[in-house]
């Protein structure tokens, strides 16, 4: 892995986290750098706008609704961005606010690679749903876009 | 941090925290390195076998503790690479006799390479045998020894396995030759060894370095009498680099011709061995079987795994459910965690199943975790399944064409030839990806989950590359905006229901653009497509739905006020004229109704109408139909509203009333309309005629259908009749667009001077709030007086 990348031409989140349905984690990852409990706790608060944003889709329109629920909230220092799966599954992203180059179609497809990598876990047999997640390959995917720091 | 480490060995030397090796060494300690790399840290030896290493080398102990205390281990406490080669370097002085200095690492010119007479690890020995002379020369010679070359095409060790065997039972003989040649030389190393044998033979002979004259000259002799399994390649290609190699010791001057000569040699020779490396390397390889390669199933080992296969899948073919492999692996006594991990591995297309392949691979994963293998990070080559068919093939191609010098053969997850793995590895990474470019024409099936499968089983049944099966999956999402899909797959959707169309798919995740697509492919489909009318491709359909649905209710809301009357008018885009000429009369009425407030009104006078109900069993739809097509102008919203209806699942009862609807008036269109309507469904098309029935129905028959839905329903039902009703009345329907139009404007204009003065109301009431407001801050210093 190379050094000292710090948010360059790479993916660039600083905390990944993995929700499950009845909102406990999954799966968090952040960039060690940083103060871990503060991105802990952002993911736990974003998870009330994730909420929001799934009832505020409507009952009848849940079959047109978006996974990708977008800037949940932003912060002067950071920004965090929402996806929920059909399975009420939530990925939250929390990106570096100074990291200005990535644009929203990057986010979206950072998703879609989460997402694909969670189904790929949900596909292995010894994996229980519900279970943390252990996977390797997942955690390759979610290296790749996390902020490369040394 | 190395310059050559892990096997490239094509640069001439290394320069390594102050260490200057030839590249001969440097292959020689980067193999010795991989070798003692027991945990293929990449990073660190591990002191046990860096300690036999030491031990091997036949240097006193006190030796072996400066030495380790020169190249920083024991300061260290491990040994990282550089630590290892300066060790290695230190063990080379010192057993040259020269005292261990921290600066002889770099001034001693031709070291000879460090010598190991263990012969405990065919690793080693199997060095030792390389660099050593050949199988008849028991004398030793100093390490000058164009082992590299030899060691080069030993690829995993496996060359030479067997020799080395043999040639370590001999070894112990000599005391002073660290390495003792077998007396018969295995099949490949010796080639190899002679040959590098004769370079040094020839070239020492003409130097006057230390020692190996002597050497030479028996091995000189030795080698054209060891003959042992002579390669006939061997001995073609011998003799000629070995007349070169003569030719150019002599030119070279004597000083640095033991350096000069080992690149040279070994260059000539490396490109000559290599080819018949190759080709002894797989003889040797395939006969030592899992032994080097611990990721190779040998063919035993391939027997056993599909007896096991049969006796959960009795089809080869076919595929192991994720479930029942697990109970058969747990049964391993293995890790949950392990086994998630070796599944992940070998479950090469991510389907939740096994093949016969992917089975075989984690099988001999689990067996080799269980015998102390540590589980590799990704899957090894030999275990891939595309992999298993072309591997004999490829090896040889690869290897021939590569000169350097494969990574050591010790390391546990093996992996052939540089060009080798990344070859493969990069193979499926190249198929799947180009997959997600090139999949879209050949494949333009829609990825349902059935359709998935089906093609995964194909496709593994016959054997063809793996980044297929899984190429739809992962192609699912680019390629579904590009609506390559056959109609078939169009008539898939089409034949749930909507709503289940859109979101039953995976691959079609919510994408609106997508969904839109789908509808707009549903649509070109039409006469089948339940609901949506043909031309106007929907925008994405909440857009439409909600403003429509806002509309309903502002609708509603002013029919409460302004009276049913207006509501009536108010035209709700589905507002099918009455189409049918019979029914012209009846046309105003029939628009009234469909608006929400014309649901109401149509409530009040519902019982009226229930009882006709009935009657619309048959008519209805072919009334909707052909009043759907006369409301072109509207199809848009009545597609909006269909879709919303849709959505919302209109009820039987519109079925019904459609039927009571038409009676009469569209028989004619009866036949035809019948089964189209069926076709497209009973749910979609009961909203729409709903409507369209109430416009419809001259009296008040209509009504009945005083709800929601039917307003929704009129509109589906307007949008669908359109369809097939089109060509037949197009007089009547001029007509009727014409009248509703006429309806529509002048409901416009109510609802836009209603508007205007709703928001002079709202001015005044702005005004006075401000006015209040101002008032209040005044009076407020004084309220506390």
Not at chain 2, 353 to 361: R, S, Y
Request: contains cysteine; charged residues 20%.
């Amino acid at each position: 892995m190379g050094g000292g990348d710090g948010g360059g031409g790479d993916k660039m989140a600083v905390c990944i986290a993995v929700i499950a349905k009845e909102n406990y984690p999954l799966y968090i990852r952040s960039v060690p750098t940083e103060n871990e409990l503060k991105f802990h706790y952002t993911v736990h608060t974003s998870l009330d706008v994730v909420d929001e944003k799934i009832s505020a889709m409507g009952k009848a329109l849940v079959d047109q609704r978006e996974l990708y629920l977008g800037l949940l909230y932003p912060t002067e220092d950071y920004k965090v961005y929402g996806y929920v799966t059909n399975s009420k599954v939530k990925f939250v992203m929390v990106v570096d606010s100074s990291n200005t180059a990535l644009r929203d179609n990057e986010i979206r497809s950072m998703f879609r690679k989460l997402h694909n990598s969670y189904t790929d876990i949900m596909c292995n047999p010894f994996y229980n749903p519900g279970d943390r997640i252990h996977s390797r390959a997942f955690d390759n995917t979610v290296n790749s876009m996390m902020m490369q720091v040394c | 941090m190395r310059g050559g480490g892990g096997g490239s060995g094509a640069e001439p030397g290394c320069k390594m925290e102050g260490l200057t090796l030839s590249e001969a060494e440097q292959r020689y300690y980067c193999d010795l390195f991989s070798y003692c790399d027991t945990e293929s840290t990449k990073k660190v030896a591990s002191n046990g076998r860096v300690l036999e290493l030491f031990r091997a080398a036949q240097l006193p102990n006190d030796v072996v503790m400066q030495i380790m205390e020169l190249c920083g281990a024991t300061r260290l406490g491990y040994f990282g690479r550089s630590q290892f080669y300066i060790a290695l370097k230190l063990v080379a002085v010192a057993q040259s006799g020269l005292p261990l200095r921290v600066e002889s690492l770099n001034t001693v010119k031709d070291l000879p390479l460090p010598r190991f007479v263990v012969s405990k690890n065919e690793q080693e020995s199997r060095h030792t045998a390389l660099y050593s002379s050949d199988a008849d020369n028991p004398a030793s010679y100093s390490g000058v020894i164009p082992p590299p070359p030899g060691r080069i095409q030993v690829k995993k060790g496996s060359v030479s396995h067997d020799a080395v065997q043999q040639r370590t039972s001999t070894d112990q003989q000599e005391s002073t030759s660290p390495v003792v040649s077998p007396q018969q030389s295995p099949p490949t190393s010796p080639h190899t060894w002679r040959k590098h044998n004769r370079h040094p033979s020839g070239g020492n002979n003409e130097r006057p370095l230390a020692g190996p004259g002597p050497f030479w000259a028996p091995f000189s002799e030795a080698q054209p009498g060891s003959s042992t399994s002579s390669d006939p390649i061997w001995s073609g290609h011998s003799p000629p680099p070995h007349q070169e190699n003569w030719v150019s010791f002599a030119d070279t001057p004597p000083t640095s011709a033991l350096l000069a000569m080992h690149p040279a040699s070994v260059q000539d020779q490396t490109t000559v061995r290599t080819v018949a490396s190759a080709t002894t390397a797989n003889e040797i390889r395939r006969q030592s079987s899992s032994y080097d390669d611990p990721w190779k199933i040998t063919d035993e080992q391939r027997q056993y795994y599909v007896n096991q296969f049969k006796t959960i899948q009795p089809d080869l073919n076919g595929f192991i459910p994720g479930s029942a492999a697990k109970e058969f692996f747990t049964k391993s006594k293995l890790p949950i965690l392990e086994l998630s991990h070796i599944w992940e591995l070998s479950d090469f297309d991510k389907d939740g199943a096994l093949t016969l392949d992917e089975f075989c691979a984690a099988f001999h994963l689990v067996v080799a975790r269980k015998n102390g293998y540590d589980l590799p990070e990704k899957l090894p080559e030999s275990l891939m399944p595309k992999l298993i068919d072309l591997e004999d093939s490829t090896e040889v191609g690869e290897q021939t064409g590569e000169v350097g010098y494969s990574s050591s053969p010790a390391e546990a997850p093996p992996s052939k030839s540089p060009s080798m793995p990344s070859l493969n590895q990069t193979w499926p990474e190249l198929n799947q990806s180009s997959e997600d470019t090139a999949i879209v024409h050949p494949v333009p099936i829609r990825m349902t989950p059935s359709k998935i499968h089906m093609q995964e089983m194909e496709l593994k049944r016959t054997g063809s590359d793996h980044a297929n099966p899984t190429s739809p999956l992962l192609v699912k999402p680019p390629d579904l905006p590009e609506e390559n899909k056959m109609s078939s797959s169009v008539k898939f959707t089409a034949g749930n229901t909507v709503t289940d169309g859109y979101s039953s798919s995976d691959s079609y995740a919510s994408d609106p653009e997508q969904i839109g697509s789908t509808v707009t492919r549903q649509r070109s489909h039409s006469g089948t497509s339940p609901d949506n009318t043909a031309p106007p491709p929907p925008p994405p359909r909440p857009h439409p739905s909600h403003s429509r649905s806002s509309s309903l209710d502002m609708n509603r809301s002013f029919s409460v006020t302004p009276g049913q009357q207006q509501a009536g008018v108010v035209a709700y885009p589905p507002a099918v004229p009455p189409r049918p000429q019979p029914s012209q009369g009846a046309g105003p009425h029939v628009h009234r109704p469909v608006d929400a407030e014309g649901l109401i009104a149509h409530t009040s006078t519902s019982p009226q109408q229930i009882p006709e109900q009935p009657n619309f069993a048959d008519f209805s739809q072919f009334e909707a139909f052909a009043v759907s097509g006369v409301n072109k102008e509207e199809e848009d919203e009545i597609e909006t509203h269909s879709e919303v209806l849709q959505v919302e699942k209109p009820s039987d009862s519109a079925s019904s009333l459609r039927g009571a609807k038409a009676d009469g008036r569209v028989e004619d269109k009866a036949p035809a309309n019948v089964p189209t309507s069926a076709a497209k469904g009973t749910t979609p098309l009961a909203p729409p005629p709903k409507p369209i029935r109430r416009r419809l129905k001259s009296e008040d028959e209509l009504r009945p259908e005083a709800e929601e839905h039917t307003q929704k329903t009129g509109v589906i039902a307007a949008v669908l009749a359109s369809q097939p009703s089109i060509p037949r009345s197009v007089g009547k329907d001029k007509k009727a667009i014409q009248a509703s139009i006429r309806r529509n404007k002048e409901t416009n204009t109510v609802l836009a001077r209603l508007n205007s003065e709703l928001q002079q109301q709202l001015k005044d009431v702005l005004e006075e709030r401000i006015s209040l407001e101002v008032q209040l801050e005044q009076l407020r210093p004084f309220s506390h007086l």
